[in-house]
């Protein structure tokens, strides 16, 4: 992945879960090698938030079709999972 992607990390309100869901992915990437940058916002401004992103990463039921892969951010949070949830990341970011 040479190019820098962006991830949108939605959360309910915008603010305190998905800033500690960012804080982990951002890690969790940046340990593997990877530059990303990272977006958040709440579940209703979605689809005005989504110039130039690669991915969604939800800590929250999404409905729609946004154009881009969307993955829990649940893991994340919970550290059940975590792993798993950062290899389907990277895996979708890189078959964009």
Do not use: H, W, Y
Request: glycine share 10%; hydrophobic share 45%; with cysteine.
């Amino acid at each position: 992945m040479s190019d820098t992607k962006t991830i949108l990390v939605v959360c309910g309100s915008g603010i305190a879960t998905s800033t500690a869901a960012a804080l982990e992915l951002r890690e969790r990437l940046e340990e593997r090698g990877l530059k990303v940058t990272v977006k958040q916002c709440d579940v209703f401004s979605v689809a005005g938030n989504l110039a130039g992103v690669s991915l969604i990463a939800s800590t929250c039921a999404l409905k729609g079709d946004f154009g881009v892969p969307v993955v829990s951010a649940v893991p994340l949070l919970t550290g059940i999972g975590t792993a798993r949830a950062v290899d389907e990341i990277v895996r979708k970011l890189q078959e964009k």
